[in-house]
């Protein structure tokens, strides 16, 4: 398909289609789960779609008005001429046109059900309030800028290192196309400042602030090759326990004692890269209607903790039988096979100027034949069952059933 039909194509998937529509595949085996007493575990389509449901609308309506902007429409026709260059752009382009894996439009929708699930305050004021949807308006726009800031992160990601030595075969080209990712990203991230500010609280604005820290600190954990794509640290003979977690969410983690251990540098580079904007995001929302500082925090852990599942759930897929191609060095499986067999990381290591030297089959083999994959299901397991935990301290009501159902589909 060329780009200009992707283009055309592009505001109508993003009204029409579920926002995951292709997260997993389209049915699912019926099974038990100790998660939910139904004997058929949810379809992810169906509870994507039915959650969009209960909030009013689909959450891709929530961009619409940036999608249609000139703005933006200029950026599109940009992307053409990067067509057959090679730029990383391209690849985050294509998977927001076709709703990919890590789709950010998912992220509002939690935010609202997190919202009409909790309720609010009487105190709020009558016009404050969005009847159709249960939520409030202050809220609804908070969901906007949790997704804005995403594919802001998600598009700023994009750049090249064009530094000596680096080489490139086509360097006009891949400078235009560092310039639309630097860019865009600055033109929705701005858009989402604004949009922050115009809520008129301070307090909001200070913790969504330390959510885009932390999505900024995640791209300088090291170590990185040239492209700073990220490698895992050097496993450490002994896993030590970690417990910055548990402390003020508003205070910078400490990076230093968690690299090396498997199970907390995973925690570590994923609460920063993603577990801390959406537990923000959540904990804000709560914060919007008025309800009290400890409900605010299992907020906070609720989206970290689902998060880190949904993070978990992705990390397992590139092992799969009969995948082929890249993945996360990163990953939860990889972690995990290195702090188990620490002999691995000679071909890690192979990467450390350019991770496209890195044998992958070699190290998909090493995950596949160790206990990488089973303490990945477990992993996800735990944060599935604490983001349950939270969620069951809320009112029974059908966005908290939405939530439930969303957790139980991510599992296997």
Same mark, same amino acid.
Not at 81 to 103: D, E, F, I, R
Not at 222 to 231: G, H, I, K
Not at 318 to 343: D, Y
């Given at each position: 398909?060329?780009?200009?039909?992707?283009?055309?194509?592009?505001?109508?998937?993003?009204?029409?289609?579920?926002?995951?529509?292709?997260?997993?595949?389209?049915?699912?085996?019926?099974?038990?789960?100790?998660?939910?007493?139904?004997?058929?575990?949810?379809?992810?389509?169906?509870?994507?779609?039915?959650?969009?449901? /209960?909030? *009013?609308?689909?959450?891709?309506? $929530? @961009?619409?008005?940036? #999608? +249609? !902007?000139?703005?933006?429409?200029?950026? =599109?026709?940009?992307?053409?001429?990067?067509?057959?260059?090679?730029?990383?752009?391209?690849?985050?382009?294509?998977?927001?046109?076709?709703?990919?894996?890590?789709?950010?439009?998912?992220?509002?929708?939690?935010?609202?059900?997190?919202?009409?699930?909790?309720?609010?305050?009487?105190?709020?004021?009558?016009?404050?309030?969005?009847?159709?949807?249960?939520?409030?308006?202050?809220?609804?726009?908070?969901?906007?800028?949790?997704?804005?800031?995403?594919?802001?992160?998600?598009?700023?990601?994009?750049?090249?290192?064009?530094?000596?030595?680096?080489?490139?075969?086509?360097?006009?080209?891949? /400078?235009? *196309?560092?310039?639309?990712?630097? $860019? @865009?990203?600055?033109? #929705? +991230? !701005?858009?989402?400042?604004?949009?922050? =500010?115009?809520?008129?609280?301070?307090?909001?604005?200070?913790?969504?602030?330390?959510?885009?820290?932390?999505?900024?600190?995640?791209?300088?954990?090291?170590?990185?090759?040239?492209?700073?794509?990220?490698?895992?640290?050097?496993?450490?003979?002994?896993?030590?326990?970690?417990?910055?977690?548990?402390?003020?969410?508003?205070?910078?983690?400490?990076?230093?004692?968690?690299?090396?251990?498997?199970?907390?540098?995973?925690?570590?580079?994923?609460?920063?890269?993603?577990?801390?904007?959406?537990?923000?995001?959540?904990?804000?929302?709560?914060?919007?209607?008025?309800?009290?500082?400890?409900?605010?925090?299992?907020?906070?852990?609720?989206?970290?903790?689902?998060?880190?599942?949904?993070?978990?759930?992705?990390?397992?897929?590139?092992?799969?039988?009969?995948?082929?191609?890249?993945?996360?060095?990163?990953?939860?499986?990889?972690?995990?096979?290195?702090?188990?067999?620490?002999?691995?990381?000679?071909?890690?290591?192979?990467?450390?100027?350019?991770?496209?030297?890195?044998?992958?089959?070699?190290?998909?083999?090493?995950?596949?034949?160790?206990?990488?994959?089973?303490?990945?299901?477990?992993?996800?397991?735990?944060?599935?069952?604490?983001?349950?935990?939270?969620?069951?301290?809320?009112?029974?009501?059908?966005?908290?059933?939405?939530?439930?159902?969303?957790?139980?589909?991510?599992?296997?």
């Amino acid at each position: 398909m060329s780009l200009s039909k992707c283009s055309f194509n592009f505001v109508r998937k993003r009204i029409l289609a579920s926002p995951l529509s292709v997260y997993t595949n389209s049915s699912r085996k019926s099974g038990s789960s100790s998660l939910q007493a139904n004997t058929k575990k949810p379809d992810w389509n169906r509870a994507v779609s039915e959650a969009e449901k /209960i909030v *009013g609308y689909p959450t891709s309506f $929530l @961009s619409l008005r940036w #999608l +249609l !902007s000139d703005e933006i429409a200029n950026v =599109a026709l940009q992307l053409r001429k990067l067509v057959g260059s090679n730029h990383p752009l391209l690849k985050t382009a294509k998977g927001l046109l076709y709703n990919g894996k890590n789709n950010m439009q998912a992220w509002g929708l939690i935010v609202l059900l997190v919202s009409k699930a909790a309720g609010h305050s009487p105190d709020i004021p009558e016009m404050e309030e969005d009847k159709s949807a249960g939520v409030l308006h202050s809220q609804r726009a908070l969901a906007e800028v949790t997704e804005m800031i995403r594919t802001s992160h998600l598009v700023h990601k994009g750049l090249v290192n064009l530094q000596p030595p680096i080489k490139v075969d086509a360097p006009g080209d891949m /400078i235009s *196309g560092n310039k639309i990712a630097l $860019l @865009s990203g600055d033109y #929705l +991230l !701005s858009n989402s400042c604004v949009e922050l =500010a115009n809520l008129k609280n301070q307090e909001l604005v200070e913790l969504m602030s330390s959510a885009v820290r932390d999505l900024a600190e995640a791209e300088f954990v090291e170590p990185r090759d040239v492209q700073n794509a990220p490698l895992p640290a050097k496993p450490k003979a002994e896993a030590r326990g970690y417990n910055q977690f548990v402390d003020s969410n508003m205070e910078p983690l400490v990076v230093s004692e968690a690299l090396g251990n498997a199970r907390a540098e995973w925690t570590l580079r994923h609460v920063l890269n993603a577990g801390s904007l959406l537990g923000k995001s959540c904990q804000g929302t709560l914060k919007l209607a008025g309800h009290s500082y400890e409900l605010q925090q299992k907020g906070y852990l609720f989206g970290k903790h689902l998060a880190l599942a949904w993070q978990a759930c992705l990390d397992r897929e590139p092992f799969t039988p009969g995948t082929v191609g890249s993945f996360s060095l990163i990953s939860a499986p990889v972690l995990f096979t290195l702090q188990h067999n620490p002999e691995v990381y000679t071909l890690i290591e192979k990467g450390l100027d350019e991770i496209e030297k890195v044998d992958f089959e070699a190290v998909r083999k090493a995950v596949l034949d160790g206990p990488g994959l089973e303490m990945t299901k477990n992993l996800q397991k735990d944060h599935s069952k604490a983001a349950l935990d939270v969620l069951n301290e809320l009112r029974d009501c059908d966005a908290r059933t939405a939530l439930r159902n969303i957790i139980v589909a991510v599992q296997d």
